[in-house]
């Protein structure tokens, strides 16, 4: 079975770069032909598309937050990254990564991480 | 520009059946999915395509869509179905997502 583990700073400050990692185990990468996604989820609201990668490196981005965010694959180590330039309060959020077999079919979620911005 | 609108909350009466609708101009051309979110835990992927279960999820939960609609439906809820329920899908472009708003189901 699939399994995926955000990881990174839980603080950052604003104006700085947030940077996660997400580390899938029980399959690799490499050989999945889902595409990896990142969603984000403020406090009492709710989710937002971040992109997607796939295993080949191509990505989608939403279109309002495309200026600052690259995702980036590394299938050696069968991680997903996601970075995020130019924070501010309003990205603090629960970061989720996913794995997604299908466009909008995020079948395999990590339990997400909290991201807080704030000096 | 695209956006899907889901009903805010929602409640339904232990073991009755429920809808959850989700409405957008861009599920005439691609269908929804849909997932169940339980406080402080990760979604959790419900139904996906016309009609579709991922493996473990009861056959209560049902989907359907018309025109720019697309439902969730539970037939004969449990109080373990109370949850923030979240439809997604593609925008205009195809390539980008979108989420609904969700909804809050209460289970009375």
């Known amino acids: 079975q699939v399994q995926l583990q955000e990881s990174g700073p839980g603080l950052v400050k604003p104006s700085q770069t947030l940077s996660l990692t997400c580390t899938v185990s029980?399959?690799?990468?490499?050989?999945?032909?889902?595409?990896w996604g990142w969603i984000r989820q403020p406090a009492a609201k709710g989710l937002e598309w971040i992109g997607r990668?796939?295993?080949?490196?191509?990505?989608h981005y939403n279109p309002s937050l495309k200026s600052r965010v690259t995702m980036s694959i590394d299938t050696s180590k069968n991680e997903v990254s996601l970075t995020l330039t130019s924070v501010t309060a309003a990205d603090t959020a629960v970061y989720y990564c996913?794995?997604?077999?299908?466009?909008?079919?995020?079948?395999?979620w990590g339990p997400g991480i909290l991201v807080t911005v704030s000096s | 520009s695209s956006e899907l609108t889901q009903d805010p909350a929602v409640s339904v009466a232990l073991g009755q059946t429920v809808r959850i609708t989700c409405k957008g101009d861009?599920?005439?051309?691609?269908?929804a999915s849909w997932y169940q979110q339980k406080p402080g835990q990760a979604p959790i992927f419900v139904l996906y395509?016309?009609?579709n279960r991922p493996s473990g999820i009861p056959d209560r939960f049902s989907g359907s869509t018309s025109g720019n609609t697309a439902s969730l439906t539970i037939t004969g809820a449990q109080a373990e179905d109370e949850a923030d329920y979240y439809c997604?899908?593609?925008?205009?472009?195809?390539?980008?997502?979108?989420f609904g708003g969700g909804t809050q189901l209460t289970v009375l």
């Open positions: 029980g399959g690799y990468i490499r050989y999945d032909s889902s595409y």
């Open positions: 990668i796939y295993s080949h490196g191509s990505t």
């Open positions: 997604n899908s593609r925008d205009n472009s195809g390539n980008h997502l979108l």
């Open positions: 395509g016309k009609n």
């Open positions: 996913a794995r997604e077999p299908l466009m909008g079919d995020f079948d395999y």
């Open positions: 861009t599920l005439r051309s691609y269908s």
